[in-house]
């Protein structure tokens, strides 16, 4: 059974850097046959995709987002991580990591990290 | 990118009553699309993908349809654990994922 965590700092100032890590277990991140995304949801909200990597070293990133998102994984650690710059209070959300089977559809979850973005 | 649109933004059931719920593409996406469950607090879970196929473990009375810009996602006989926000998702654009805002399922 494939689980995946997120950890990182629950409170992050305005114009800095937000980063996530999120670690794998029950599955090698490097199995070559899935994409590990991040996804967002701002408190009462919907869903945002933020972007994936997969082989290793490809990317794919929300054009919304694109100038500020780096998505880089650890092979070693069995972890990919988010980087996203510039913050503002408009990018405080739960974030969760997740892993995406056939092309898109998302099979499994983190539980969500709460990312506040506030002086 | 493309738009998805769900409706109602909510619906009132009573337990064993069937829910239909709407989601419209702003272009085709063939049959890539998914249907999530959220419950508060909790991250979503996939239960269709291909617009109608069941994912591991999810129960029959769950069912989607449709293809281009128009799907359905049934739930026939409503059970306690069935009331939660409802997404849908397009995989079409695989290179830009966007969600629908969603269809929150309350108890009537």
């Known amino acids: 059974q494939v689980q995946l965590q997120e950890s990182g700092p629950g409170l992050v100032k305005p114009s800095q850097t937000l980063s996530l890590t999120c670690t794998v277990s029950?599955?090698?991140?490097?199995?070559?046959?899935?994409?590990w995304s991040w996804i967002r949801q701002p408190a009462g909200k919907g869903l945002e995709w933020i972007g994936r990597?997969?082989?290793?070293?490809?990317?794919n990133y929300n054009p919304s987002l694109k100038s500020r998102v780096t998505i880089s994984v650890d092979t070693s650690k069995n972890q990919f991580s988010l980087k996203l710059i510039s913050v503002t209070a408009a990018d405080t959300a739960v974030y969760f990591c997740?892993?995406?089977?056939?092309?898109?559809?998302?099979?499994?979850w983190g539980q969500g990290t709460l990312v506040t973005v506030s002086s | 990118e493309i738009v998805m649109t769900q409706s109602p933004a909510t619906l009132s059931v009573s337990p064993g009553e069937r829910a239909t719920l709407s989601c419209r593409a702003s272009?085709?996406?063939?049959?890539?699309l998914a249907w999530y469950q959220q419950k508060p607090g909790q991250a979503p879970r996939l239960l269709i993908y291909?617009?109608?196929t069941r994912a591991t473990g999810i129960p029959a009375r769950f069912s989607g349809s449709g293809s281009g810009t128009d799907f359905t996602l049934t739930i026939t006989s409503l059970r306690s654990e069935d009331f939660a926000v409802y997404y849908c998702?397009?995989?079409?654009?695989?290179?830009?994922?966007?969600f629908g805002g969603g269809t929150k399922v309350e108890i009537k």
């Open positions: 291909g617009a109608s």
């Open positions: 998702q397009q995989y079409y654009n695989w290179l830009s994922l966007t």
């Open positions: 272009q085709s996406v063939y049959n890539n």
């Open positions: 029950g599955g090698s991140i490097s199995s070559g046959s899935y994409y």
């Open positions: 997740a892993r995406e089977a056939v092309a898109g559809t998302v099979d499994y």
């Open positions: 990597i997969y082989s290793s070293e490809n990317t």
